[in-house]
Every structure is written in C-alpha cells, then in structure tokens.
C-alpha cells in the first residue's frame, strides 16, 4: 500500500478545513469602525484556527514523511484526526457566536485536546510499524514530548476557560507559538 | 491512460463530501446545556456520514490500488458512485431537519443503497477488464461478499425505517463497524 | 514546466465545482411527498450540472494526457475554462429559484456555450503547440468534430429557450449523452 | 523534504479559494434585466478576484518549480501567503454588499498589498536557500520588479479609494493585465 493517497486525501480535508471557515466570517453591515471593529475578534479566532490546522498540516507532514508503508490500522487512525480537525470551524463559529463565553472556550480547548489525543495515537501507531534508526527515534521523541506538553496545556485550557476564556485563549496562543518554531529535529535526522 | 488523476479527482470530491457537511451544522443557538444537548443528533449523524464517505475511501483505495489502466468505463463508473456518495450531505441534513423521521431515514438508506449497488460496478468493471491472480481474486471476492451483506442489510434498512427509524440507524451502525473491520484479505494478497 | 501541477489544481477547482452545488440544494421542508416532490426538479437539474462536470474533466483528462510541456499560454487558456465551468453551480442555482423560466435557461445555454468555446481554445493552443502524429491528430480532430457538434447544439438551444425551456434542456440531455459515449479514438491512438 | 506536498496543498487552498467565491454570488432575484444588471458588478469582482488567485497560481507554479528542497521556513511562507490570500473571497463579498465603498476597496487594496508582501517573503526565503545559477538569478529578479511595480500599485490604490474608488478598481485592472503578460523570463531560463 503506498502512501500518496493518503496524503492527497488528508491535503484535501485539511485545504477544505482550513478555507471553508473564511466562509463562515460575517462581513461588517457597513464600513463604519464600529462594525469593522466587531469583527475582528472573528478574524483573530479564524487565524488562531488557521494557525492550528496548518501546524497539523506541517506535523503530518514531517510525520508521513517518514512513513514507507501504509496499512489500514494507519488510514483509520488518521480518519479519525481528520474528523476532530473538522469540527474545528464548527468549534471557532459557535465561539464567534457566542462572543468567546467561557463554555465555547472550554469546548474549544477540549476539541484541541481530543485532537492532540489523535495525533498521539496517529504517530504511536507509526512507530509501532515501522523500525526506525536510532536518529529518528530520538527526533521522533522530542516532537512527542513537545506533543505533551501542548496536550496538557490544551487540558489545562479546559478548566481555565471558567476562571476567565482569556486564560484559555492565551495558552492557545502559547501552543501555537510552541509550534510554529519547527521540528529543525525530525529534519536534521531525515538529512543525515 | 494512467490512473494517476482518476485517484486525485476521487479524493477531492470524496473530501469535499466528507467536510462540507461541517458547514451544514448548525451551532447551539447559545451555551446552554438544553442547547447543546440538541445538536447532539445532529453530530452523530455527522460522525456516521463520515465513517461512511471514510469506508467509501478505504475501498476506493483498495480497489484502485490494484488497477492498472483506466478506460471511459472505468472513469464513468467512478463518476456514478461520486454522484450518489455527493448525495449523502443533502441526507445527512435533511434527516436532521425531520429528527430521524422515518421516512427521512428510508431515503437515506435507499442512498446508501445505490451506492452500494454503485461501488459494486465499479468493482465489476475493474475486475472484467483486469486479468487478476488467484489470491487476488479470491480476496477481492470477499469483499465483494461483504459489500453483498451491506447491501443487503441497506435494502432491510429502508423498509425497517417505518417500522421504527431506530432499528434501520442500528442497522447503518452495524455495516459501520462491518467495515471498519479492515480488508485484510487484499492486503495479504498484494503482499504476497 | 511538467504539468502535474495544472491537472492538480484543474481537479481541485473541477472536484469543488461538481461538489458544491450539493450545498445549495434546498432540502424538502418536510417529508410529505408534495414537498418531495418539488424538490425533483432541482435534483434532476443537479444531476445533468454533475454530468457536464463530468464529461469535462473526462475530456480535460484525455486532453492534458496527450500534452507534454505546459506553458503560461496553456496556464491562461486552462484557467480561462475554468472561471466559465465555476459559474454553472451559480447559474444552476438561479435556473432552480426561477423554475426553468426562458431566461435562465438561455443563460445557462449561453454558459455551456461559451465554455464550449474557452474548452476549443485550450485545444486549439494545446496543438499548435505540439507535433502529434497523424493517428493522434486524426482522434483529436473527431473529438473536436463532436465538441463542434455540440457547441452548435449549445448555440441552438440559447433561441430555443423563447420557444420553450424544455426544447433546450432536450438539447443539453441530447449533448450530455452525446459525450457519455467515450473518446474511444483518442483511447485507441494512445494504444497505438 | 520533497515539495510534492506543499504544492499539492497549496493547489488545494488555491482551487478552495477560487471557488467558493462562487457560493457566495447572489443570483437575480427574478430574470427581470433590472435584476440581472444589478448582479454585474458582484460578477465583475468575481471575475478579477478570479483572476488574481490565478495569477498567484500561475506565479507559485512557476516559483516552487525551480524548488528543490522544502524547509519549516518555507512552509510557513507559504503558510502564510495562503492567510491573506484565503481572506480574498471575504473581502470580495464586503466590496459587493458595499457596492464599492470607498473603505471597502482601500481594504481590497490593503488586502492585495499585504498578499503581495507575503508572496516577496516567499521569494526571498526560497532564493537564499537556494544556489541558482546566473540565468535563473537574472530571471527572478525581473520577476521580483514586476511584483515590486504592482505592490507599489496596490499601496497606491490603498489612498487612491479616498479619492475616488474606481481609481483604485482601474489599478487592480492594470495589475491583472500587468501578470497576464506571462513570466516569460523564467521560462526562457529553465529550458537553458
């Protein structure tokens, strides 16, 4: 079973995922500040999200990578990634509507935390079939505890949200930023 | 006539299918836990759909995987099962919009149904015009047998729904967990 | 310039296209058969966009697999097909909300029309930029023979539309079928 | 890392964003001419939007072809020109529920600027990990003006909408036209 449709497959739901959410956003009624200035937490929220889903672009990516062959255990547990990452533009509108209330945050974090959960499982699955070198395993290992530790603060983000959703949003931010300085580790083991 | 686009043709339109279905969710119109709890349906026939359009995959990939050439018979046949696989958002959201009425849910049966009827001439076609080894085929007749229960339990499914809705969801579950139950005998084949 | 990349992204806009007049699909208001019923028509309409959809990437599909260098003039050509192709959901659309009154009809003969002509295009560029050899020149000439045809039949069923709507939509049914018999010439020169 | 699939997701946002402008036309509310004029101008807007993803396309076509290696730094340039280029279709629906607004068309206008300063970024982080040779070089650079022209143009057009908006809408046209002309440059340098 070679890889490629895999891959053309989860590039086509995250494309969707990442676009359709711009179909979401509501223009402001008028061109008045007031207006344009209420949507812009919108826009912030549909850019943390993008943000997001292109950091599990990038991790699935560099994690596929390193995949030689595919079976259906791996195609299921990467089905089941992609259906938590599609309820992400849900997740972002309903916050929107809501106007980031502490529910929606914590159901929003939950939803990252479920993700992270999938991840782990996608990637676990990986290494369980694959023997890989000494050099990538370590690589492959620090990407996980970075995995971790953004796993638990997606869980911390949960109980936050009802002391005050910024908290919550915060830590989303600090994932974010947590990421997006790459995985220079799985790279370098790949080029030696 | 390489297959090369008839796969990437296939994974864009079955991954449009599977998450534009998210843009037909409708959000909780607040965080209530009243709310909430009435968009639960609503996402598990989501989540249901998506298993579904995600078996579709799988197979396609299976089946694919062990074609050669594509001929216009090849393409059309590929082309019918989309449409009716296209069908099954405006299903999915018109089953929501009635609460599993019964006859909603006839209909979204007899979908699953053709399309069914629709992946079973694609597989014919393939196997006429390919010149497959023993095991091969042996293995593609099992899954052709599961297809044939499917199929079957999706013919039940329809007239099942007016005696109650529930016992043909039952039954969509049932050919769910049938499926996810992976092609083993197609892997072993092509490995031997 | 190798031209993975043009049929990538010719499937992507193709896939969407064909896929997302699903969005647009009212669902029935309720499930009595009057409100079924009513439905049929914008269904069938959905059907034949679906396969004139169809019939065009299976000939872009022919057509791009006889090319072997991509320029910026086949780039624009392509791109030029598909801005005409985008608007069939939309023109589908306005057909369903005006009951196949004369004038949407028109327009949408006026569509197929011209994106008739923007397909003859990409041909004609396609070869001059390219030495086919005389089996292949001869299929590509009976392709262009029957997308004269029905570029005609197109132009026809624009003035039809004041005499009646059904006489076009008889035309577009009588082009569809005209296609779905396949490129064989172009299959067989391949071969050869 | 190959690049396959950063061109292969970037198609597939690239193909999202094109199209999806598309669910977002309102059609003539009858098929009175009255209703059908008022729809030009949204179809107008639709159609440069069109065309400047198109020629986004058609440049990172032509850039990531002479791409060899695909970094984390590379990814998120990328990632972050697909950003600003996904809000295109949100920008485009508010120009038209505006009926180009002064404010509306200087936010287009911003919208393009910032698009073109990410597509610079891109650029210059591909040719700085990159050796190219003289010819290449030569060819990036004259590629490099023409961006440098129509990024001026955009921030010309940001203060040209207080003035008068279709000073600014006859910028956007000029660009268009400006990037039609083909990067023969690049072209010519590849084939030596």
Known sequence: MNKTRLEAFSDGVLAIIITIMV??????????WEEMKAVLPALGSYALSFVFIGIYWGNHHHLL???KKVNSKIIWANMHLLFWLSLIPFATRWIEEN?????SVAVFGSLLFISGLAYFILQQIIVRHHHFQ?????????????????????LVSIFAAFIHPYISEALFVLVAILWLVPDK???KALEE
Chains 1, 2, 3, 4 share one sequence.
Do not use: C, Q, W
């Open 185 to 187: 580790n799985i790279e």
């Open 99 to 103: 106007h980031f209330d502490k529910i």
């Open 65 to 67: 990578h390193t995949v």
């Open 23 to 32: 179909l979401e956003l509501k223009t402001p009624e008028s061109t008045e």
């Open 134 to 154: 000494e050099k990538m395993k370590e690589a492959m290992n620090k990407a996980t505890r970075k995995g971790l530790i953004s796993t638990v603060l997606y």
